[in-house]
């Protein structure tokens, strides 16, 4: 394989970025999955180091004021995620595939700055089928949920940005396209 290259995830809220990128990290251990930094606290069964490095909004501010950010954004008005450049610089160098699960703000961050980065858009199936999964999660209040819808329309309309597009309907079927599109062969069950 040739140098290891960045690729950039995103896509609007709900898609499934996370379910996606779990199913990498679990059946693809060449892919290195970055983990980022957050604000927000901890929904049930995430832990810190693993799904999320969750700190004090004073913590991020330090963050990016010493240049450690290779993005970061505010998601939905509220709380900040962010990239630790020196994580993913240390995983190329290494030789690894990286992969970034990042919202749409972060990928225009990454393409200002990498824009030989690969940038993947993934979009649902449909709208209604992107809603049910919002509500059924069950993790926001009916007003989040909607703000989120709101966002989500902005995201959507992002699509053209990306380089590749993938739609998520079957997690599985969207992680072999995904590492496809990294380079590395996929392993279908």
Do not use: C
């Not at 199913?23 to 832990?47: C, H, K, M």
Request: hydrophobic share 40%; aromatic share 6%.
């Amino acid at each position: 394989m040739s140098q290891p290259r960045l690729t950039v995830l995103a896509g609007p809220t709900a898609v499934g970025k996370g379910t996606v990128s779990t199913f990498i990290r679990d059946n693809y251990p060449e892919v290195w999955l970055s983990v980022s930094a957050t604000t927000r606290p901890p929904r049930p069964g995430e832990e810190h180091g693993v799904h999320y490095f969750f700190v004090s909004p004073e913590e991020f501010d330090s963050l990016v004021e010493d240049g450690q950010m290779l993005e970061w954004a505010v998601v939905h008005g509220k709380n900040r995620y962010g990239t630790l450049r020196s994580k993913v610089e240390e995983a190329m160098e290494a030789g690894r595939s990286v992969l970034l699960e990042i919202d749409l703000q972060g990928a225009r961050q990454v393409k200002a700055s990498m824009p030989e980065a690969n940038f993947v858009f993934l979009a649902p199936p449909s709208w209604d089928e992107m809603v049910r999964r919002l509500v059924g999660r069950g993790t926001e209040t009916a007003e989040e949920q909607q703000q989120r819808l709101e966002t989500a329309k902005l995201e959507l309309a992002a699509e053209p940005e990306f380089d590749h597009t993938v739609v998520n309907d079957d997690v599985q079927r969207a992680a072999a396209e995904l590492v496809s599109l990294m380079g590395i062969s996929p392993r279908l069950r």
